[in-house]
């Protein structure tokens, strides 16, 4: 279905993709993985020519279809969910009103050509009916349900909608239009725990190939056959999910860093030989042909160790007993969004928010913390409160480098521990060096982070923190978390990832009583 060869891509002097091969077949659902920043969503844009390789082809069966979910894709504005969704079934209404307007044709129309187009009426219509045009309204709100979007409403405009919703309308609409290839980059960020579940079962059906990018572990164990790894600009083929792959890879590294000490051995003795057998008329021949040897041999590389990040959060002194209560809390912006809340969080408590998507979790974040007005009640905070924030996403438009971003807020610190900082979260210099808004959804959030690392605080306050974050980095910040002495407040849709941290799940759904 694709067939990638000798493909090289790189930004000034920092190499993403070196020679790299890569074949799709019929059928096959493939994990792309690998570590932040090391240049996944990069592959899929040369592969869907959305970015020119600097050297290499790319072919695509002749047959192929290509469906892409990218993580910045956009939405028409002044759209109904259900006019967004339709689009997918395009060609299908326009052959519709390509049979409407031969009907129309029909009134004036000669024997002959009343009989031509009668055929053709007819044609189009068994197109039709095979094709299930006159089931597609139930077809999109059987897959629209799946991903949540019947809660939302699907008369609502794409105007109105918050950043995770609009990424199940363009999922959704992806799904629709069941292309023979489906590209998805981190498809699981934006939706919650059942319609993962959901999402899992479609594809673990799904007869087409699709290749997925994500750092979801149970997701690709779930929906994959084929794991493609990029690291250090290569890319490798593994057979079967991703704890096969990590098995395989482990066992790879071994021999490398085995086949790379071997050999630096041999040299030495080798060296050794010549060093001191070259003067000597006897043993100069002996010496020559060792050297023969050492010119010829292709020196192996020690393999490089990834940076690994190191994330813990600065305990500041205890706040009082309670961090927050509220009184008849009622979320909502111009309508209300919830009933009215009564509900305290205790300092040391650790809890997990869950719930759908829209239905209010980051409006609750922002209302508590006092960054955004409530539509009615009260919320009062507790004494000493020293509150770490981590926002959902990063500006788009932030140009400043990754070192500035954090040096603006810490101005007292030095240029060194600025840097030690950020590559204490697992940062290069080329990305601190970076502005914020060309890094990946993982590095910038690794810079939200190192920001948020720099600050005494009691009440840590995470909004999605694992979307965009690599395997490692998720293990990372699970630790930091348990280790941290104060009370956390945490949205996430990975029950994996917070389950054994937390005292306690609140649903937002059982104490908002769904949206008004």
Known sequence: MLVVENVSHGFGARVILENVSFRLKKGEHIALVGANGEGKSSFLNIITKKLMPDAGNIKWSSRATVGYLDQHSVLEKGNTIKDILRGAFKHMFELEQEMLAMYDKMGEASDEEMTKLLEETAEIQTILENSGFYTIDA????????????????????????????????????????????????????????????????????????????????????????IYHIENGELTRYKGNYDEFVRLNEIKKKQEESAYERQVEERRKLEDFVQRNKARVATRGMANSRQKVLDKMEVLERPKEKIKPTFNFRNARAASRFIFQTDNLVLGYNDPLTKQLNFQLERGQKIALKGMNGIGKSTLLRTLLGMQKAFDGAVQLGDYLEVGYFEQESSKDNYNTALDDVWNEYPVLTNYEVRQALAKCGLSNEHITSQVRVLSGGEAAKVRLCKLMLKDINFLVLDEPTNHLDVEAKDELKKAIKEFKGTVLLVCHEPEFYSDIVDDVWNIEDFTTKIV
């Open 139 to 226: 077809k999109i709100q059987e897959v629209a349900n799946g991903l949540g979007l019947g809660e939302v409403g699907l008369d609502r405009d794409v105007d109105d909608l918050s950043g995770g919703q609009r990424t199940k309308v363009l999922l959704t609409k992806l799904l629709l239009e069941s292309p023979t290839i489906l590209i998805l980059d981190e498809p699981t960020n934006h939706l919650d725990e059942e319609h993962i579940v959901w999402l899992t079962r479609y594809l673990q059906d799904y007869e087409n190939s699709f290749i997925l990018v994500s750092h979801d572990v149970p997701f690709i164990n779930d929906t994959c056959n084929v």
